[in-house]
């Protein structure tokens, strides 16, 4: 299935894939960042939301993709992952410069 597929063809769909990722990512930052700033406690119902809201976009994506361009889904599936896992990695090793000194 991946030998099948012309990544140099498949830019834009990467492209979007990864845009969508980020997106998917700030539902979980934004119910992470009252907690950071210490405004607010750690709150189990606003992380189970923002997981929820998270896995919504991620998958109202795939959807989208898959109904309109079915050729795509691999490469946006691999930007999508690449794109959400990015900002998780990102923001991790942030917060462990910042807080661990």
């Not at 830019?11 to 907690?35: C, N, Q």
């Not at 607010?40 to 998958?59: E, H, K, P, Q």
């Not at 050729?71 to 462990?96: H, R």
């Amino acid at each position: 299935m991946l030998s099948d597929v012309s990544w140099s063809d498949s830019i834009p769909h990467i492209v979007v894939g990864v845009l969508v990722g980020l997106g998917a990512f700030v539902p979980s930052a934004a119910a992470l960042w009252p907690v950071l700033k210490g405004t607010n406690r750690v709150s189990m119902v606003a992380g189970l939301l923002a997981i929820g809201a998270s896995f919504a976009v991620l998958l109202v994506g795939v959807f989208a993709v898959h109904l309109l361009d079915g050729d795509g889904l691999v490469p946006f599936a691999v930007g999508e992952m690449g794109g959400f896992v990015g900002a998780l990695v990102v923001i991790s090793t942030v917060l462990m410069v910042k807080l661990g000194r």
